[in-house]
């Protein structure tokens, strides 16, 4: 597994519409997409940070992931994605070492990216997303 680079980090909000204005007016950055990906009950809102994106996360449903995230810890810093250039051959590595993974193969993220991910429970309590283009 060759990790290139922070593909992004993952930001848990309540609300895109209230989040949007604080990133680009307080800090002057520019959204460049809003997307819906329905399988995981998420809207997000991407931001360009150098070479790492900011991803935040709107929950549409109180029962999916980011809503049930929100329902126990509040808005905040959800996870930490990294890219690679092949994710099942990263996950079946990580698995290989000994890595509770989430997603046993790579599934449909934002931005067209396969991504997969690992549990917390083995990644120092980080929530760790694989991703790229495969």
Do not use: W
Request: glycine share 12%; hydrophobic share 40%; net charge negative.
């Amino acid at each position: 597994m060759n990790i290139s680079h922070i593909e992004h980090i993952g930001i848990a909000v309540n609300s895109l519409d209230e989040a949007i204005p604080y990133y680009e007016n307080m800090l002057g950055l520019k959204c460049y997409a809003v997307e819906e990906v329905a399988d995981q009950k998420v809207k997000t809102a991407f931001f360009m940070v150098g070479q790492t994106k900011i991803e935040l996360l709107e929950s549409t449903d109180p029962e999916g992931p980011i809503g049930k995230f929100i329902g126990k810890k509040g808005p905040g810093v959800h996870h930490l994605a990294f890219a690679v250039d092949k994710v099942n051959e990263a996950l079946n590595d990580l698995s290989g070492k000994g890595v509770q993974l989430i997603d046993k193969t790579g599934r449909k993220g934002a931005e067209g990216l396969t991504i997969g991910f690992l549990h917390p429970k083995s990644t120092m309590g980080v929530l760790t997303e694989i991703c790229g283009k495969e």
